[in-house]
């Protein structure tokens, strides 16, 4: 089993959920904000998952408040940004650290497999991490990517 899926995170309702649950799955791996510029691509993220969930992609939210506090609320109020105000339907995890020594284990694992500009550090909200369906990082995306431009590399990642 590869090391991504030995990790757990906390869903935003509270539930320790397993990173193999997710096995043989292409997973998009994004840390989020509620108050970015970059929070319409929630749109988009939705649009892939709902596209392509049926060939196996997932897309797991991590909301961050490490980059210009824009991730402040509790999970009451990151839900309401989610799921009402713009129709997330993938799941969503409890607000984490991307960066620094309470970082995440998943973003531990992921920034250490594909590392980056700035010596492995997030660099700011809505970066994201493409792994195969075997569980292996396949590539990282830069905050101003838009869904729409990934949409090749998880059609690949999906074909394998």
């Not at 510029?37 to 997932?58: D, N, R, S």
């Not at 713009?86 to 970082?103: C, H, L, R, W």
Request: net charge neutral.
């Amino acid at each position: 089993m590869t090391p991504f899926y030995q990790l757990t995170a906390t869903s935003l309702g509270g539930q320790s959920i397993s990173m193999a649950d997710y096995a043989g799955k292409v997973a998009l791996v994004v840390n989020t904000a509620s108050h970015c510029g970059f929070t319409p691509q929630y749109e988009g993220l939705e649009a892939l998952y709902k596209k392509y969930a049926e060939q196996g992609l997932v897309v797991l939210g991590f909301p961050c408040n490490q980059f210009g506090k824009q991730e402040p609320g509790s999970a009451e109020e990151i839900g309401q940004t989610c799921y009402i105000n713009y129709g997330v339907s993938f799941p969503m995890f409890e607000k984490i650290d991307v960066n620094g020594t309470s970082a995440h284990p998943v973003f531990h694992y992921l920034k250490s497999e594909l590392p980056g500009l700035l010596g492995g550090r997030v660099m700011w909200n809505f970066t994201k991490f493409l792994i195969g369906r075997d569980g292996k990082p396949i590539k990282r995306f830069a905050p101003f990517t838009t869904p729409e431009k990934m949409e090749t590399a998880i059609v690949a990642a999906l074909e394998i």
